[in-house]
């Protein structure tokens, strides 16, 4: 069992800057991708980064390119994902997941994650 909780979240201007942090207690961290995910009101969940367990090769949404960055602390158990110029699109709960050894062609999927934290609230006012 892995056991994931996000940190860093809260309100900041259009423009601005928040890094979240998900901390990952129970099992072997390097062997585990690492998810990040949104939901904002009234729409479905979606994918917004991952890194790899293998090789630490990153993944992003298009929406968030070049403004979000995805790194790991394998020493630390964390994941951090840096999030610039913000938007008041990026406004959402966001969700760290994790999963074992998994295969980099269903890293962008939520149903090839088991094990997901409680959410944390990101609110980006116009």
């Known amino acids: 069992q892995v056991q994931l909780v996000e940190s860093g979240g809260g309100l900041v201007q259009t423009g601005g800057s928040l890094n979240l942090s998900c901390t990952a207690s129970g099992r072997t961290f390097s062997n585990y991708a690492m998810g990040w995910f949104r939901r904002a009101p009234g729409k479905e969940r979606e994918f917004v980064s991952a890194i790899s367990w293998r090789d630490d090769r990153t993944y992003y949404a298009d929406s968030v390119k070049a403004r979000f960055t995805i790194s790991r602390d394998n020493a630390k158990n964390t994941v951090n994902l840096e999030m610039n110029r913000l938007k008041p699109e990026d406004t959402a709960v966001y969700y760290c997941?994790?999963?074992?050894?998994?295969?980099?062609?269903?890293?962008?999927?939520?149903?090839?994650?088991?094990?997901w934290g409680q959410g944390i609230q990101v609110t980006v006012s116009s």
């Open positions: 997941a994790a999963d074992r050894a998994m295969r980099s062609t269903v890293i962008r999927f939520a149903t090839a994650y088991n094990y």
